[in-house]
């Protein structure tokens, strides 16, 4: 993540983490010039069966000793933009949360107050996006600490809500030799693909009457294994003899 900020020297460090569902990942280190603290920030997005227009944002504040700021008003004011870390504002608001006794500053991006657009309006499938983060420590406006990350992932609850919707496969596929893009049914007769599948009942099973002819070119498999030829027979038949030592609960699969 990269923060710019002249003539004095800080790092942070922001890393996103899941905390319901899906979310976005990143760590990164920051070196600025204006502000003697080190900042870990968190950020997530909650994700639920109705997607709340918001996300959870955390971050824990220290001084320049690596002491906690505990129980003061931070000031801050978070952008997202769109297309690079110098893009469009799509969304800014501010909000002046207060460090609990552990130094631990919560928000949720979306319920703040609005300077500019919507969170609800944003359309995650128009990224890349990225959030700017902007802290004055002292709880005011004069947000002294600032960086920009770009988001690594779109927030899927929130995108999923304005996803567009399949109509077909790009590349029609073969089953069974029929070809399958999406658009249509297809039928598949009962002589085109035939299955035959047992659970072993004892050790030394190796006559299994199955519900077809065997022929040929039958796939055996056992336990997920594909026998050779001289592991099996009973071309013509529709009793399979397995010339191999057998199990109880062994999983056998015939198919034509």
Known sequence: MNFNNDKQTRVMTINFKNIKSKMYKFSNQLISKSSHLLIMMLI????FAQA?????????????????????PVGMQISILQGSSTGIAVYIETQTP??????????????????????????W?????????????????AYSIKGT???????YALHAETAATATKLATAKN??????????DITITANESQFFEKELVNDGENSIAITFPLVASSKIYYNG????????????????????????????????
């Open 44 to 47: 997530s997005s909650s994700l």
């Open 52 to 72: 709340p227009q918001k996300m959870s944002y955390q971050a824990v504040i220290r001084n320049s000793s690596n002491e906690l700021i505990t129980s003061l």
């Open 98 to 123: 207060s460090t609990n006794a552990n130094g631990l500053v919560s928000v949720e991006i979306g319920s703040g107050t609005i300077v500019t657009g919507t969170f609800a309006g944003i359309d």
């Open 125 to 141: 499938a128009a990224g890349p996006y990225f959030i700017k983060a902007e802290t004055d420590p002292t709880g005011g406006t």
């Open 149 to 155: 990350s770009e988001l690594m992932s779109v927030p």
């Open 175 to 184: 089953i069974n030799g029929v070809p399958f893009d999406g658009t249509a």
């Open 225 to 256: 294994n594909l026998l050779k030829p001289n592991q099996w027979s009973g071309v013509g038949l529709t009793t399979l003899t397995l010339i191999l030592d057998t199990r109880q609960n062994d999983q056998l699969t015939v198919t034509n």
